[in-house]
């Protein structure tokens, strides 16, 4: 194993994103001076974890239709043609490509990977950092969980996402810069039999 000079929590072996206990949260700039924040319900995701953890992998798949920002009549706006175009694009979709050492302790690193988003695919880096672990509450036993933090930031122009047209009185009805902010659990065990028995489908 190379000398990898963080500790970024799991072991080698494979890890699934689990929707139930993470945030997949964004930040934008609404009607030229106000904030909106959403969420997206609906994901899933596999971690594949080398035992150098710089050959490691992961892919995260989220429901466009999914987004939630608390009104539906917006989230139902969000949904259309004029900026997700969930029904013909209805995966966002990330792709990890590489994992270096971060600037923020020996659990922070930078995750490289490729979003796809809208039908377009463009670089991104997640600033992430691994917060620590502990058993599943339901299922302690045979359950063991990683949770994670982690940052970026998008411009909705690089994907052909819509801005919405311009406002009477300037500026856009959405801004171009996203926030991202990602408060994830990962875990050892498949959550799919569990979130489609409760009925939280996850793909």
């Known amino acids: 194993m190379a000398d990898f000079p963080v500790e970024v929590g ?5 890890w699934y994103l689990d929707p139930l206990h993470s945030s997949l949260i964004f930040v934008a700039r609404y009607l030229r001076f106000g904030r909106v924040q959403g969420t997206f319900g609906q994901a899933r995701g596999r971690f594949d974890v080398a035992e150098d ?4 992998s992961a892919e995260v798949v989220l429901r466009a239709d999914s987004v939630n920002t608390g009104v539906g009549a917006r989230d139902a706006h969000l949904r259309s043609a004029d900026f997700l175009d969930a029904a013909r694009y209805p995966e966002i ?3 990890a ?3 270096e050492p971060g600037r923020r302790g020996r659990h922070a690193f930078l995750l490289h990977g490729d979003l ?11 600033d992430a950092r691994w ?5 599943d509450y339901a299922s302690p036993d045979d359950t063991h969980g990683h949770f994670f933090s982690a940052t970026t930031r998008l411009r909705l122009s690089d994907f052909g996402v819509g801005d919405g047209g311009e406002l009477p009185w300037g500026g856009r009805l959405v801004g171009d810069d ?4 990602l408060e994830v659990r990962v875990q050892n065990q498949d959550p799919a039999p569990f979130l489609e028995r409760i ?5």
């Open 53 to 56: 953890p710089a050959d490691s």
């Open 116 to 126: 796809t988003l809208h039908g377009a695919t463009a670089p991104v880096t997640l």
């Open 131 to 135: 917060v620590g672990d502990a058993p």
């Open 93 to 95: 979709r990330f792709a």
């Open 199 to 203: 009925g939280h489908v996850a793909s």
């Open 10 to 14: 799991p072991g080698p072996g494979t």
């Open 178 to 181: 996203v926030d991202i902010v």
């Open 97 to 99: 490509a590489g994992i």
